[in-house]
């Protein structure tokens, strides 16, 4: 099994920037596919960010030039780094997982193709 711990949210001015971790223990191994969610209450799970094991990455249109996600040396972290971040991108970001390879159509597949959650890090963006 794959634990998910995230890390590195906080409240940030418009324009700002912050870095999220996500760190796996256990089988870290066993996972190919991670990603980043973000969700908003009363909406739907969004996905933002995803990095296959052999490196390859996808980005939602609307963070494209903005985010970008790497893996640790280690590859047992999963790091978000947001610039110019936009009042309407406060939310509770999420760190998931899986042990299948990233799809091409990963951004329109739903959240629970994912089989292991973090617990989630509040990113609050004032303007």
């Known amino acids: 099994q794959v634990q998910l711990v995230e890390s590195g949210g906080g409240s940030v001015q418009a324009g700002g920037s912050l870095r999220l971790s996500c760190a796996a223990s256990g089988n870290r191994a066993s996972v190919n596919c991670m990603g980043w969610f973000r969700q908003v209450p009363g909406k739907e799970r969004e996905g933002v960010a995803f990095i296959a094991s052999d490196g390859q990455t996808t980005y939602a249109d609307s963070v494209k030039g903005r985010f970008s996600i790497s893996l640790g040396n280690a590859k047992n972290t999963v790091f978000l780094q947001m610039t110019s971040l936009k009042p309407g991108e406060s939310a509770t970001y999420y760190c998931?997982?899986?042990?299948?390879?990233?799809?091409?159509?990963?951004?329109?597949?739903?959240?629970?193709?994912?089989?292991?959650w973090g617990q989630g890090t509040q990113v609050t963006v004032s303007s």
């Open positions: 998931a997982a899986d042990v299948s390879y990233c799809p091409p159509d990963i951004l329109f597949r739903s959240p629970v193709w994912f089989s292991r």
